[in-house]
């Protein structure tokens, strides 16, 4: 059964500073990795998707690694700032891929 | 370019009623999914659709059903509520399904059931 893992949980950065989030899955049969992003109260914000035969996928401050043999991805934000404060989601595809399997996020606060 | 629209927004239910939520996808979008949101539990698969039919389900009592229309507009519907209800049900459409490209989420449907 695929389980997904984001460490850590939260992270406190000053504005400015780079930062990566992890994200592992136990079951690297998967077809892509999507990572989101959630304010409070809101629905998910798609950030960027990793197909599996792809390495790393960029958008923007926004970097997004994915190694699927050893059941990884990482996100690099560059140059945080306080509006990148949210909760990140990582989700990978199930065996079917017909759902979405979710970490439980990471919850980032930049501070100015 | 119009994103997902979920109805309603926020909605209170008192144990044992039932309750329908409505989700239009991205236009051109076949492929519909549903989610629950939970503090302790984190985010959960209910069902996903493609052109009508239910492709998947995830591990959620018979209470919980869904459809979609002949224009990928999802309902999804529960039955006799309980507390362990209240959450927040998020809806996502894609073109042919998570397994083919990007999922895109509705604002979600805040359900509290008392």
């Known amino acids: 059964k695929q389980e997904v893992t984001q460490i850590p949980a939260a992270l406190s950065v000053p504005e400015g500073e780079n930062l990566v989030l992890n994200c592992s899955f136990t079951?690297?049969?998967?077809?892509?990795l999507q990572w989101f992003r959630q304010d409070p109260g809101k629905g998910l914000t798609s950030l960027l998707l990793i197909q599996s035969s792809q390495r790393e996928q960029t958008s923007g401050r926004l970097n997004a690694s994915l190694d699927k043999s050893s059941g990884r991805s990482t996100l690099y934000i560059a140059a945080s700032q306080p509006g990148d404060s949210a909760t990140y989601l990582c989700a990978v595809t199930d065996q079917a891929g017909t759902a979405l399997i979710f970490g439980k996020g990471t919850t980032l606060s930049v501070s100015s | 370019k119009a994103g997902v629209t979920q109805t309603p927004r926020y909605l209170i239910k008192t144990r044992g009623q039932q309750v329908t939520l409505s989700c239009s996808p991205i236009?051109?979008?076949?492929?519909v999914s549903w989610y629950q949101q939970t503090p302790g539990q984190g985010l959960q698969f209910l069902f996903e659709y493609f052109s009508e039919t239910q492709r998947n389900k995830g591990n959620f009592p018979g209470r919980f059903s869904g459809r979609q229309f002949s224009n990928s507009r999802s309902e999804m519907n529960v039955s006799t509520l309980e507390l362990g209800d209240s959450a927040l049900y998020l809806c996502a459409s894609s073109l042919d399904g998570p397994n083919t490209g990007e999922l895109f989420f509705g604002e979600g449907s805040r359900l509290t059931v008392l």
């Open positions: 079951d690297s049969a998967i077809y892509n």
């Open positions: 236009s051109g979008h076949r492929s």
